[in-house]
C-alpha cells in the first residue's frame, strides 16, 4: 500500500471555506487529488448585507477577505472539479439543496468537513448574548448535524465515507470568555463518536480535529498581545498555521486513516500540556 495521500475520484464538501482553515482545507484536498465543493454564508459576489452574521463577517467583508469563488476558481486551475456554493448550514434546505447539488454536478459526496464556525462571540459569562448563544448552538452545532444528516445517505450508498468536524481546545480545556463557543465544540465530539459508531457498518468514518490557536486571518483580527499569550502556552511558542489543520484532515479523509474513527486529534502545539 502506498502511503500517499491520494483522494483521486473523491468528492468533498467543505464548509466554511470562504477564508481562514476551510479554504486551506480545500486547497489541500484538491492537491491531494479531491474534487471539492466550498459552503459558505459569504461568497465574492454577494451584495447582501452580512450584518446579522456578526463582526467577522461584517469585518472580513470589508476588508475583502472573502475567497470562496476565487478559492473554487484556485482549485479548478489544479486541475479538479470545483463548486462554491452559497448556503447558510444552520438552514436545513440551503444544505439539502448545496448537498443536491455536489451529487448531481460533481458525481458523489464522500467528504465532508464541517468547518463553518462562528468565533466572534467573547464575553464573560454574565455578559454573554443569549442571542449569540443560540446562534452559535446552531452555527456550530445544529449545522454539523444537518450536513451531516444530508451527506450520509450518498456515503452510505457508496459503503465509503469521511465527516470530519472542526472542534478545539476551547471544547476539551474550555475556553475563558467562551461559554457558547466551548460548549458546541465539546458537543462536536459526542456526535464524532456516535458517527463513529453509527458510521462503522456503512464504511464511514468520523473524526474531529481539536484544533489550538492557528494563525488564520481570524486570528489576527483579534488583540495582539492576548494572541502573544496564548500562542506563549504552546510549546512551540507560536500559533499553528492554516496548512498543519489541513494536513491532518487530508490523512483523516485518505484510505491511510480507514482504522481512525471516533477519535478528536489534537492540532494544538500541545496546548494542553503542562507547558512552563
Ligand atoms: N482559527 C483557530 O485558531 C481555530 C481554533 C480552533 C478551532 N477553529 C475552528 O475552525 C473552524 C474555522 O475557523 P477559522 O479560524 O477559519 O474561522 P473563520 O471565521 O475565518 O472561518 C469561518 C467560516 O465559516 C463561515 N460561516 C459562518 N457561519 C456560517 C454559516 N451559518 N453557514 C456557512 N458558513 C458559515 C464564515 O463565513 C467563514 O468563512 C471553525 O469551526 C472554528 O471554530 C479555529
Given at each position: ?39 459558505d ?33 484556485e ?26 447539488r ?8 464522500d467528504i ?9 462571540h ?20 445544529t ?8 451527506a ?77 499569550r496564548?500562542?506563549?502556552r ?6 499553528g ?11 483523516l ?11 478528536g ?7 494542553e500540556?503542562?507547558?512552563?
Amino acid at each position: 500500500m502506498s502511503l500517499e495521500i491520494d483522494l483521486s475520484g473523491r468528492v468533498a464538501l467543505v464548509t466554511g471555506g470562504s477564508r481562514g482553515l476551510g479554504r486551506a482545507d480545500a486547497l489541500t484536498l484538491a492537491r491531494a487529488g479531491a474534487d471539492v465543493a466550498i459552503a459558505d454564508i459569504q461568497v465574492e459576489s454577494d451584495e447582501s448585507d452580512v450584518a446579522e452574521w456578526g463582526p467577522l463577517a461584517l469585518v472580513a467583508k470589508a476588508q475583502g477577505i472573502v475567497y470562496t469563488e476565487s478559492t473554487a476558481r484556485e482549485i479548478e486551475e489544479l486541475g479538479r472539479r470545483a463548486l462554491a456554493i452559497k448556503c447558510d448550514v444552520t438552514d436545513r434546505a440551503q444544505v439539502d439543496a448545496t448537498v443536491a447539488r455536489v451529487v448531481d454536478e460533481l458525481g458523489s459526496l464522500d467528504i465532508l468537513v464541517n468547518n463553518a464556525g462562528t468565533l466572534d462571540h467573547a464575553a464573560q459569562f454574565p455578559k454573554q448574548s443569549s442571542e449569540l448563544w443560540d446562534r452559535d448552538l446552531r452555527v456550530n452545532l445544529t449545522g454539523a448535524f444537518n450536513c451531516a444528516q444530508a451527506a450520509w445517505p450518498h456515503m452510505q450508498e457508496r459503503g465509503w465515507g469521511r465527516i470530519v468536524n472542526m472542534a478545539s481546545v476551547a471544547g476539551t480545556l474550555g475556553g475563558f470568555g467562551q461559554a457558547s463557543y466551548s460548549t458546541t465544540k465539546a458537543g462536536l465530539l459526542g456526535l464524532t463518536r456516535t458517527l463513529a459508531m453509527e458510521g462503522a457498518r456503512h464504511g464511514i468514518t468520523c473524526n474531529a480535529i481539536v484544533a489550538g490557536i492557528i494563525g488564520t486571518e481570524a486570528f489576527h483580527f483579534a488583540n495582539a498581545e492576548m494572541n502573544e499569550r496564548i500562542a506563549n502556552r504552546t510549546v512551540f511558542k507560536r500559533p499553528g498555521d492554516p496548512q498543519d489543520v489541513a494536513n491532518a484532515i487530508a490523512f483523516l479523509c485518505s484510505d491511510l486513516a480507514s482504522y481512525v474513527t471516533g477519535v478528536g486529534l489534537n492540532v494544538s502545539g500541545g496546548i494542553e500540556l503542562f507547558a512552563f
